[in-house]
């Protein structure tokens, strides 16, 4: 069973930056893709990135050029850097992986961008 728990969420004005991490444990093998997802209040959960187990990554076109995704395989973690940040960006963000064919999620972090 693989677990994911984030770190790094918070409040920032607009502007800012804030870093995601997503540390995932219980997995024997390195963990295939990886991603961050966000939901604001009222809407559905959209992908904002991904990365595959080999490092290609894609993200979302309201967040391209501003956010990064990265991920250091050693320590099973992933993180997401967020530059430039926009009100719209405030939501829920959680972090996402898939092992052998299963996807697992993490609890959840908010973040905040006021204007």
């Known amino acids: 069973q693989v677990q994911l728990v984030e770190s790094g969420g918070g409040l920032v004005q607009a502007g800012g930056s804030l870093r995601l991490s997503c540390a995932a444990s219980?997995?024997?093998?390195?963990?295939?893709?990886m991603g961050w997802y966000r939901q604001a209040p009222g809407d559905p959960r959209e992908l904002v990135a991904h990365i595959t187990s080999g490092g290609s990554t894609n993200y979302a076109a309201s967040v391209k050029g501003r956010f990064t995704i990265s991920r250091d395989n050693a320590k099973d973690t992933v993180y997401l850097e967020m530059n430039s940040l926009k009100p719209e960006d405030t939501a829920v963000y959680y972090c996402n992986a898939r092992y052998f064919g299963h996807m697992y999620w993490g609890q959840g972090s908010q973040v905040t961008v006021s204007s």
């Open positions: 219980g997995s024997r093998f390195r963990l295939d893709g």
